[in-house]
């Protein structure tokens, strides 16, 4: 019973998480906002038993990536957003389609799911094997998707130089030098 309290209590606060991202108007928020939202699915995996896809949900989405979106957000120097005006179809569809989850989860509350716990050894597969062909077979897809978030943070970092110039300013022409032998 303690465990389906703490999912419950879990979910409901990466769900709040989730409508937070959607409703703050500056990134960095919003970015902190989908931390607490991979934190809170980190722990929901703890209480599932699947210890290894916790600790690399904290690694790497809560830890690596979401500093490469911070990172990113300020170097670009993204204000608030502008107030937009809403969709219709978003607005029609929105309220059913919001109620008909509340009751299939409602629906699902009232069956009354009950979930065993997994005992130690118990589990389909090991972290050891994962590990090994994560650093063995596949450490080129790995290192290169280090490479592409690397190029990322470099294209973002680019492009908030090419902001920082003023509107009006003209680029200064390289000083040209008079070719070699041609004073003579």
């Known amino acids: 019973m303690t465990q389906l309290i703490l999912f419950l209590v879990f979910a409901a606060l990466a769900v709040a998480g989730a409508v937070n991202i959607l409703i703050q108007r500056h990134p960095i928020h919003s970015a902190l906002s989908l931390i607490t939202v991979m934190g809170a699915l980190a722990v929901e995996y703890l209480l599932l038993g699947a210890e290894f896809i916790a600790f690399v949900q904290i690694i790497v989405y809560a830890g690596a990536i979401m500093v490469l979106f911070v990172f990113v957000i300020m170097v670009l120097n993204a204000g608030e957003v502008a107030a937009q005006p809403r969709s219709r179809v978003a607005a029609f569809l929105g309220l059913p ?28 597969a090991q972290t050891g094997p994962i590990g090994e062909s994560l650093f063995h077979e596949f450490l080129l897809p790995f290192e290169v998707t280090s490479v592409l978030f690397l190029v990322g943070v470099l294209g973002a970092v680019v492009l908030a130089a090419r902001r920082e110039r003023p509107a009006g300013a003209e680029v200064a022409e390289p000083k040209k030098f008079p070719p070699v032998g041609a004073g003579k």
């Open 97 to 124: 389609l919001l109620t008909l989850l509340g009751i299939m989860i409602a629906g699902q509350l009232w069956e009354g799911w009950r979930a065993s716990a997994v005992r130690s050894g118990e589990f389909l």
